[in-house]
């Protein structure tokens, strides 16, 4: 099979990565980095989509949703997504892989920046500044930033590897490991929906035994029996097609949301 000619050479995904040094521009409540992830990519999709305006837009457009994972490990999340790209595989392929990698990717950076390389400048310099020497607070930005951004060149160079040879060997299961990935979605989404989303009916009413006695009968408690958490499963179903179906934003979901919350509690529906 004749290997296709691609469009992106190693300086178009090295860009990608230097651009993501403004990932936080645009955080938003909304698609917090979305704005910003798809400005970091947007002059390599124009060279990409060169020739097909409506392409361009259809995949600019499915990059403005919401994303969140640490600023120093986009470039790789990036270069894998552009050498997808650069090799026609398919939008929502491309999409899982790269909320896939949203997750792993935070842990990570996180882990690095935040509790290794931080608190180890952070260590060094106050010692130095305790001393009295004053360009200690400078130096520690200066590390910092330098460090950050060399990880963020590090990474857009891996990320560039590996989403290249990966294109090349797995053309053919780009789309099972795309299921696979949705399918981890699925079940992390679905773990986070039971065990953070709390809805309790508060809901009881009595009843005479034989004895003569009064049984308080719990309606969650019945719920429980026929399925756990499904109010929780109930509201987290009519969450996803609200914003799937219907377009709404984070600030509309929690207008509805409170109103729900309050009323119902109002009213002694929700315990």
């Known amino acids: ?22 990932l936080q521009n645009a955080f938003n409540y909304t698609s917090y980095q979305g704005v910003s992830y798809l400005n970091t990519i947007m002059p390599a999709l124009k060279k990409i989509y ?13 990059n403005l949703e919401f994303y969140n994972t640490n600023p120093q490990m986009v470039p790789f999340i990036t270069s894998m997504q552009l050498a997808m790209y650069d090799n026609d595989q398919s939008i929502s392929d491309t999409r899982s892989i790269k909320m896939a990698l949203m997750g792993p990717m935070s842990g990570i950076g996180d882990s ?41 060149i590090l990474m857009g160079y891996l990320g560039f590897k590996l989403g290249t040879s990966v294109i090349e060997t797995l053309s053919d ?8 990935a949705n399918i981890v979605g699925v079940t992390v989404i679905s773990g986070l ?34 399925m756990p958490n499904m109010l929780a499963v109930l509201l987290t179903i009519l969450v996803f097609y609200l914003i799937k179906k219907k377009k709404w934003n984070t600030y509309q979901l929690l207008i509805l949301l409170f109103a ?12």
Do not use: C, H
């Open 1 to 22: 099979m004749e290997s296709k000619k691609l469009k992106l050479t190693q300086k178009d995904y090295m860009t990608a990565a230097l651009r993501s040094y403004f």
């Open 112 to 152: 690095i920046a935040q509790f290794g390389i931080a608190p180890l400048f952070s260590t060094l310099f106050a010692g130095l500044a305790l001393d009295g020497l004053g360009f200690a607070p400078m130096g520690f930005w200066f590390s910092m930033v330098v460090t950050m951004l060399a990880i963020k």
């Open 193 to 226: 929906a039971t065990s953070f989303v709390k809805a309790n009916i508060a809901i009881q009413y009595a009843s005479k035994v034989e004895s003569g006695e009064k049984q308080v009968i719990a309606i969650q408690d019945i719920l429980d029996k026929i």
């Open 50 to 62: 060169k020739d097909d305006p409506e392409k361009l837009k259809e995949t600019a457009t499915a």
């Open 260 to 271: 729900i919350g309050i009323l119902a509690s109002v009213f002694g529906i929700l315990a």
């Open 173 to 180: 299961r780009i789309g099972k490991i795309s299921a696979a």
